[in-house]
């Protein structure tokens, strides 16, 4: 199939400048041409796509989320439909992954291209039952070898990790040529996990802890809460604990640590949407009446709220009042990172707690614009970015003649709003065109399903009321 967007202004990523009147020709999975509408011969039988007014960019990206990990949201088409062609999945179920890819592929399921870990790796079962447990660096290296074998993109690497274990997958990481990348473990600095070569480094958290004058002590309370085997009690201090580094930052230790991040190449995903929910969410609001919840059932609503509102009452009144600072020093942190040339890619941890997958990237688009971002880099970050940083430039990541045709077209100018990138008109994955019509579509039939869910669970407690 060959299809023809014509009459468009290209955003093709290359510069910030955009090219109106182009036309983009997709044939099979590939970008055939682009260039001036005058000058690019459409083929006859060609499907033509008037984007007169729009906007052409490439495919956004969430390079955080956990698709293979909960099956109750429909993670999948939801990000399709928002103009998300492609996903990092941060750890999961690695066969469901590979069931995504496969009915993707088939034209069975709508969604984007995946790179995936499968489960991270972690160091205890006492406070992390979905990890694979390494508690030294010889299980540490069997666990990076069954990886690989089960063919994931990455290592996941997590919080409770030893050094020892942290280090040997690193070694055998490299050796086996993958890329390992997540939290920096409580035992390993920011800065100690950019020189062994982790990849990226998620939600700012360790980042947080870096830059702070109190950074020893922080650790050494960490270790503490990690001791008593308490699930809840560590993550009580692991949040803590970013509140604490955020009043005690060094912004002289800031500019030492950003310094070697950018010599690097040290990835940071940053999520400050998740924090800004976490900081501002008052109990029952302020987003259960957000549009994008009609995509979810009233049960999983109804678990994202109870959550969050456990979490605040885990935290006390003193973390509630002064939670403001926490999210203030984050943006603070992503506009200095970006200032450093330390490299940026856009994610969002999708589907925790009120982040609904594909509708949270744009609002996290938006939170890093706020954090003082320009918008043009804000958009790399969720583009050309992600492309760069698996190494898959040559493929994706920019509006260039044979390159994949991973593409989005909206309605206005994203470079004028950032906000626009929420107005999708069509979306092209891997050669296949969703116009608005099959979006609305695709959208229709996963709030069907939620109130389907909601129907069934309905029954269900009837059911359970007779038989009381």
Not at 152 to 165: H, Q, T
Request: aromatic letters at 8%.
């Amino acid at each position: 199939m060959t299809y023809a967007i014509t009459n468009v202004n290209v955003i093709d990523m290359v510069s910030s400048d955009p090219k109106p009147n182009s036309t983009v020709i997709v044939t099979g999975n590939r970008i055939t041409a682009v260039g001036p509408s005058d000058e690019v011969e459409v083929p006859s039988g060609t499907k033509v796509v008037d984007g007169t007014g729009q906007y052409l960019m490439p495919g956004l990206w969430d390079t955080h989320v956990h698709a293979s990990r909960d099956a109750g949201i429909e993670y999948m088409p939801l990000l399709l439909a928002t103009g998300i062609t492609g996903i990092r999945d941060m750890a999961g179920d690695f066969a469901v992954t590979q069931r995504f890819r496969a009915e993707i592929a088939a034209g069975t399921l709508d969604g984007p291209r995946v790179y995936a870990a499968g489960r991270r790796l972690n160091g205890s079962t006492d406070i992390d039952t979905e990890s694979i447990v390494v508690r030294d660096a010889e299980s540490a290296r069997q666990a990076v070898r069954a990886q690989k074998e089960l063919g994931v993109d990455f290592i996941k690497v997590y919080s409770l990790l030893s050094r020892e274990a942290f280090y040997a997958i690193a070694d055998e990481s490299k050796a086996l040529g993958l890329d390992f990348a997540g939290h920096s473990p409580f035992e390993i600095t920011a800065l100690e996990a950019s020189e062994a070569g982790v990849k990226s480094l998620e939600h700012l958290l360790s980042i947080v802890l870096g830059s702070s004058g109190r950074e020893a002590e922080i650790f050494e309370d960490l270790a503490a809460s990690v001791a008593t085997g308490e699930k809840l009690a560590f993550i009580r201090q692991e949040i803590l604990s970013q509140l604490d580094a955020a009043v005690s930052r060094d912004d002289a230790k800031c500019a030492a640590l950003f310094k070697t991040l950018a010599a690097n190449r040290t990835w940071q995903m940053p999520s400050l949407f998740g924090m800004k929910i976490l900081t501002t969410y008052g109990g029952g609001g302020p987003f259960p009446d957000a549009e994008e919840f009609k995509y979810l059932s009233n049960a999983e609503r109804g678990a994202w709220r109870a959550s969050l509102d456990g979490f605040l009452g885990l935290l006390g009144d003193d973390f509630i009042a002064n939670r403001g600072q926490l999210y203030v020093n984050l943006k603070e942190l992503l506009r200095l990172l970006h200032e450093a040339g330390v490299p940026i890619i856009s994610g969002t941890d999708a589907a925790a707690i009120f982040m609904v997958p594909g509708y949270s990237l744009h609002k996290e688009l938006e939170e890093m614009v706020a954090a003082g971002m320009p918008i043009f880099d804000v958009l790399l970050s969720a583009t050309y970015n992600p492309a760069e940083f698996f190494g898959i430039l040559d493929e994706l990541g920019t509006v260039e003649v044979a390159k994949l045709a991973d593409l989005v077209l909206l309605a206005a100018n994203p470079l004028e709003n950032i906000a626009n990138t929420q107005l999708v008109n069509a979306v092209i994955a891997d050669g296949r065109l969703y116009e608005r019509s099959d979006l609305d579509a695709v959208l229709a039939k996963v709030e069907a399903n939620a109130r389907a869910a909601d129907e069934a669970a309905r029954v269900e407690e009837e059911k359970r009321s007779v038989n009381a």
